[in-house]
């Protein structure tokens, strides 16, 4: 390429966010590079389950970060459609919702808050059971939340990164960002490919960011949380609803798969999956849902 290319944008981060930063700003015509130092989406996006969960992370509190995740969610329809006529790629958006269980009186009252939500309902043991014959004996109801679904993360990713650049957008995979200087009206970008300039910068790298926020004198640093999950086929398992309790779930996908997850392990920058934590998920899941033993 051109060493001397000069962007409007370079966005810093090939996941789902670098590649829909990368859409939006190509849609607008400005001219945008994304780099990524493996392959789009291989990293984060990739271990996502795909939930647009903007209830079944609800506390109770209607604050911004709630108002900003159902907004997002909300605007999930008419992309799906739009990147679908565009790339041809399907997301895989999947509308049946997530049953937030409770099997104590203690968990059923926690989820009054939530069921107070216009879109929210509460159902007892009998109509979930109605809804997933297989589900938990153990139950006494939950919070069926119809808003919350899911789509396959990494085809939204590419769709998002194929989509950017069709309207013009340059994409580097397999390019590593080695430093970012302000030098002047100019970000100068130096990368494993050369050097490239832009008059804005978007740093999208999700928790590897740090490094570049130093480089800019930027306070922010980012910490991992680190969640393990698996996926298993369902032979003789059928879940229509995302299954959901205590932050761990049973995601259905559309290619036969559940994607169970996720434990929490903070500070933990390892991408391995540990025994041990597969552990926890395979008795999480038997408790949720006993025949996917």
């Not at 990739?46 to 909300?74: C, I, P, T």
Request: aromatic share 8%; net charge negative.
């Amino acid at each position: 390429f051109n060493m001397e290319q000069t962007y409007d944008v370079i966005v810093v981060g090939g996941g789902i966010i670098g590649s829909a930063i990368g859409y939006y700003v190509a849609k607008e015509q400005l001219r945008v590079a994304i780099i990524e130092e493996a392959t789009i989406g291989s990293k984060t996006t990739r271990a996502a389950a795909g939930m647009l969960g903007a209830h079944s992370e609800y506390d109770g509190e209607a604050d911004a970060f709630f108002s900003f995740a159902r907004h997002s969610q909300s605007l999930y329809a008419a992309l799906a459609e739009e990147l679908h006529t565009l790339t041809g790629i399907d997301i895989a958006m999947q509308g049946s919702g997530i049953l937030k269980l409770a099997f104590t009186e203690e968990e059923k009252q926690k989820l009054q808050t939530l069921c107070e939500q216009p879109t929210v309902t509460w159902l007892d043991a009998a109509h979930v059971k109605q809804m997933e014959p297989t589900v938990s004996k153990a139950i006494l109801g939950a919070a069926y939340i119809r808003d919350d679904v899911h789509v396959l993360p990494l085809r939204a990713c590419e769709a998002f990164a194929k989509a950017a650049v069709m309207r013009g957008a340059t994409l580097f995979e397999h390019t590593s960002v080695q430093r970012i200087d302000k030098e002047g009206d100019l970000f100068h970008v130096d990368t494993t490919r050369g050097l490239l300039k832009a008059k804005q910068v978007v740093i999208a790298a999700g928790v590897w960011s740090n490094v570049f926020f130093k480089q800019l004198g930027l306070p922010h640093d980012i910490t991992p949380v680190k969640g393990e999950c698996m996926a298993v086929q369902a032979r003789n398992v059928h879940l229509a609803h995302t299954l959901f309790h205590e932050q761990c779930y049973i995601v259905p996908r559309s290619n036969g798969e559940l994607v169970i997850g996720a434990t929490m392990k903070p500070n933990d920058w390892s991408t391995d999956v540990t025994l041990n934590g597969i552990e926890t998920l395979v008795q999480k899941a038997k408790m949720l849902l006993p025949a996917i033993g």
